[in-house]
């Protein structure tokens, strides 16, 4: 499934990192920043992590919440969030229903095996739920200033 710049984000309710269910519609009124990864505590997701907290405070001045999903369990986000202080709210998505509904859940491959895995993958979604950006198959190096740069433009 492919999600088009123009249409409404699919709506979802997930557990969080704060303890309570949260919905993407909870979020209207404010732009979002909804970033899949695939594990906490690997290299690159921590990295990538890091550099949102690192400029968390910059996203929160341009009316923008940042949202990271991984299929990791609830029990993992917290340990992950304390080990780094993630200022930002983790959701987890253990059956992977909404990182399908996002189409990031996609065959991959790694030394020469193939499974079902999450892509690295960014979506900008406005204050009325639209999706306005959206980034897959993302590299760590300089996404953040790309995501910032985005919502700057808007």
Avoid at 20 to 37: C, I, N, P
Wanted: with cysteine; net charge negative.
């Amino acid at each position: 499934m492919t999600l088009n710049i123009g249409e409404l984000a699919p709506d979802f309710e997930l557990p969080s990192s704060t303890g309570e269910r949260v919905k993407l519609s909870d979020y209207r009124g404010q732009r979002v920043l909804l970033y899949f990864y695939p594990k906490d505590m690997t290299s690159s997701c921590t990295q990538q992590a890091c550099d949102f907290r690192d400029r968390h405070a910059e996203f929160e001045g341009l009316n923008t919440v940042i949202l990271g999903i991984s299929t990791d369990p609830m029990k993992q986000h917290d340990k992950f969030i304390a080990k780094y202080g993630l200022p930002f709210t983790l959701l987890s998505d253990e059956e992977h229903v909404v990182a399908e509904q996002y189409g990031v859940w996609q065959l991959k491959k790694m030394y020469g095996k193939e499974y079902m895995g999450m892509v690295r993958s960014t979506f900008l979604i406005d204050e009325e739920g639209t999706l306005i950006k959206d980034w897959y198959k993302v590299r760590v190096k300089g996404h953040i200033e790309a995501a910032l740069e985005a919502i700057k433009a808007i």
